[in-house]
């Protein structure tokens, strides 16, 4: 079926060690319709779900790509000039982020981890609003019914259940829209995605599980979650599944648009693997030097979802000085309104942390508030004053 050129390991049935690359498991057939090269190649099968991508569309997808890496460098340096408090890079997961949110429609709704600020410019997320949470300055970052978007669940998989109870509600009220939910290969682990897997199959939900494995959970491989493909989990739950090379857009988007079709049609939850890697540091409060190999980094800079794309667009005569200077403009401009919505975000008011915990008044908020603000004014009058330590 498709070649699996990129060598691109899943998890091994060989034990622990230091790569990622197959030892020995069972290898699936990765769905892949451009190589690392550059090269497209032909796939019966998932060929007829990118046949509408015209030469236009595949610049603008190279232009989403270096935009959201763009964002990503801009937010890693605003974090070491002490502008954010933390930032998760997505670096070397552009294809997956890109292509699959690409492929959705305006009334799909997604749920998402820290990870998919990709999936989040694709949706069109107020570029402030994507640093908002990571600043400090808010609990949440954005209305999540202004982009069809749910905020970013720091709760490892617990976005999993909100979407399939979502997709619940669609088929409940007969609508055609679907629920994506995005999640890293440690979170299959957790028991909320197995039993938001289990809930999705019994309602024939239409949800798309998209689980991007790029290869550790913070500093645990993914040969340690589990023996086999990631993948093949999803039979166990009665959910068909594909295996996509995540660094390759055109196969991303392909996949992800069949996933959805089959939700719109009835035909339930899908799970997609897309077989990436996570270039990047897991936050910037993270070293992977001290758990990871640099020859791994190097093999996978190899496949860079980027370079493949331009080799594609170089192959077909499309990267020119032109394009590449249109791209580089817009994703300069985006990182400067990026730093000036960061640097110029209003501090928030103390009170505010009380906005949004309920819809309805609660008097128990309502006596904390009460006590918080006598704290609070205690520093302008003495007097009055409410020692901290009775305002805890
Ligand atoms: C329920 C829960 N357990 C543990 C954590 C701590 N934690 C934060 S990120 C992370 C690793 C997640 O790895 P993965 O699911 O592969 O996603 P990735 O970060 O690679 O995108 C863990 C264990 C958490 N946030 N929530």
Excluded at 130 to 155: F, L
Excluded at 261 to 277: L, N
Excluded at 318 to 338: I, N
Excluded at 365 to 375: F, G, P, T
Aim: aromatic share 8%; glycine share 10%.
């Amino acid at each position: 079926m498709s070649t699996d050129e990129a060598g691109q390991g899943g998890p091994s049935a060989g034990g622990p060690g230091n790569s990622t690359e197959e030892h020995g498991g069972p290898k699936g057939n990765l769905i892949q319709l451009v190589t690392p090269a550059g090269e497209r190649i032909s796939h019966p099968e998932f060929d007829p779900w990118v046949q509408d991508i015209t030469d236009e569309t595949l610049c603008s997808l190279y232009e989403d790509m270096m935009v959201v890496r763009r964002i990503d460098v801009e937010a890693t340096a605003l974090q070491r000039q002490g502008e954010l408090a933390l930032w998760p890079p997505l670096l070397g997961q552009e294809a997956s982020q890109i292509g699959s949110g690409r492929a959705l429609r305006g009334d799909d709704f997604v749920f998402s981890s820290y990870r998919e600020n990709g999936v989040a410019y694709c949706r069109g997320v107020g570029l402030t609003d994507i640093i908002r949470v990571w600043r400090g300055n808010a609990s949440s970052g954005w209305d999540p019914y202004t982009i069809n978007m749910a905020t970013p669940t720091i709760i490892i998989g617990a976005q999993t259940l909100h979407a399939t109870g979502y997709a619940m509600g669609i088929q409940n009220d007969g609508a055609d829209s679907v629920a994506i939910t995005y999640f890293g290969d440690g979170a299959t682990s957790e028991g909320d995605v197995n039993e938001a897997m289990v809930f999705a199959a019994s309602f024939q939900a239409p949800v798309v599980f998209f689980c991007q494995n790029n290869q550790w959970a913070i500093s645990e491989p993914v040969r340690l979650q589990s023996h086999i493909q990631l993948a093949d989990r999803a039979a166990g739950f009665g959910i068909p599944s594909m295996r996509v090379d995540g660094n390759d857009v055109l196969a991303v988007m392909a996949a992800t648009r069949v996933a959805l079709d089959r939700a719109r049609r009835g035909g339930g939850p899908t799970f997609i693997e897309a077989v990436t890697y996570r270039m990047g540091p897991h936050t910037t409060a993270d070293d992977p030097t001290r758990y990871r190999d640099a020859n791994e980094l190097e093999d996978w800079a190899a496949k860079d979802p980027i370079s493949r794309l331009e080799s594609l667009l170089d192959r077909k005569g499309l990267l020119t000085d032109e394009l590449r200077q249109l791209v580089q403009a817009k994703a300069d401009a985006v990182a400067r309104e990026m730093r000036l919505g960061c640097t110029t975000m209003p501090d928030p008011e103390p009170l505010d942390i009380f906005k949004h915990v309920y819809s309805s008044p609660n008097t128990w908020l309502d006596r904390q508030q009460d006590h918080y603000s006598r704290y609070l004014a205690s520093f302008g009058d003495p007097a009055g004053a409410v020692s901290e330590e009775g305002a805890r």
